[in-house]
């Protein structure tokens, strides 16, 4: 997916884009009975507050994003955007976890001082919401105008919608579900097998898994677009070719690029996140948990996404009182939630018009 951003390193995790950091509470309880000790949220803003302080925008970013959505999500995000700092109050916080600037596999262990890699705790998609709600409550923002995200990002914002409804106005969730598929926790495992394949992710070192990281975005990217956009952009103009194709050279470029700037530890413990996604666990089933949101909802589909398909944001629809389903016609696949920001403004413009004349 079309993320950027530099590879942290274990010795300057904090500095990354200047992020701003929240120390959560200490320990900070997991989902799974675990405890982390000494966890901390990298987050961004940008805008201010308006008199009201109604005019928050909090953006829950996808796997391998970080806290600075005006880098990754251009067009959407930014000056003469949709969402203008201009105008909005725009929040984005690096999920826990995540390598840049959050508590993650290489922080270091208070009681230890060294890095947790392997032995990092698990974290759900639940956990994620908490340190959201936790720093939202730090911040002082009693209400929120708009909650948006994509991919994991979704599943984020769908979770929290769910386990704080009345502190969102509007959710907006793109290209995500209201509980991963088999299909989705296959690719997320056949990613993980490449990871321990490579013997030095056994190491517990920065830089471990490196050779498997690239492998495991090459299963990725299989998901991220699908037949239909690799025919039009990866097939090979020169019929008489044996090797070296157009199509193999990309595979292995992308994995190389992922590599450069995330890290194998945090690939693992945000894999098996998006695989614990359940709105309904605990809950008396999925239906009974989207029947719980109040927000005003948009869910978008994307036409030629295979790794969350339309059916599922039909399901979400349909499960959340008086939700506006539009569907993002591109032949992008599930990345088109990042490039297909002028169908996704054009969405926005047509859900907040008919919001205001509610």
């Known amino acids: ?150 991919s994991l990002g979704g599943q984020q914002a769908l979770e929290w919608a769910v386990s704080n409804p009345e502190v969102i106005g509007h959710l907006v969730v793109i290209a995500t579900s209201a509980r991963h598929s088999a299909w989705g926790i296959a690719f997320n495992e056949a990613q993980r097998l490449a990871i321990e394949a490579d013997a030095t992710y056994h190491e517990n070192r920065p830089g471990g898994g490196d050779a498997g990281l690239a492998a495991a975005r090459a299963v990725a990217l299989l998901s991220y677009r699908g037949y239909e956009a690799y025919a039009n952009t990866q097939t090979d103009p020169d019929p008489e070719r044996l090797r070296g194709f157009r199509a193999s050279s990309y595979q292995r470029y992308q994995g190389n690029k992922l590599v450069a700037r995330f890290d194998a530890y945090s690939y693992v413990v945000l894999t098996r996140a998006m695989d614990s996604h359940n709105l309904g666990r605990g809950r008396g089933g999925v239906a009974a948990a989207l029947a719980g949101i109040r927000a005003r909802t948009l869910v978008l589909g994307i036409t030629s996404d295979v790794l969350f398909p339309v059916s599922e944001q039909h399901a979400l629809a349909e499960g959340i009182a008086g939700a506006v389903y539009n569907e993002l016609d591109s032949g992008f696949g599930h990345d088109g939630f990042l490039l297909e920001t002028s169908k996704i403004t054009q969405s926005l413009e047509l859900f907040y018009a008919a919001a205001l004349a509610a």
């Not at 829950?60 to 959505?69: M, Q, R, S």
């Not at 003469?80 to 270091?108: E, H, Q, R």
């Open 1 to 150: 997916m079309a993320e950027r951003a530099a590879k942290p390193s274990a010795e300057n995790l904090t500095g990354v884009m200047h992020n701003q950091l929240f120390q959560l509470p200490d320990p900070f309880p997991l989902e799974s009975g675990q405890l982390v000790a000494g966890a901390q949220v990298a987050y961004r803003t940008w805008g201010q507050l308006n008199a009201a302080r109604d005019n928050v925008v909090w953006v829950c970013h996808a796997l391998t994003a970080n806290a600075d959505v005006l880098d990754w999500w251009p067009g959407l995000f930014g000056a003469g955007c949709f969402f203008d700092p201009a105008d909005w109050f725009i929040v984005c916080a690096n999920v826990l976890g995540s390598c840049y600037g959050s508590t993650c596999p290489l922080s270091a262990d208070p009681a230890t001082g060294q890095g947790r890699f392997q032995e990092f705790p698990l974290v759900t998609i639940r956990d994620m919401a908490a340190a959201h709600e936790s720093l939202r409550q730090e911040l002082g923002l009693a209400h929120i105008h708009t909650l948006i995200g994509g």
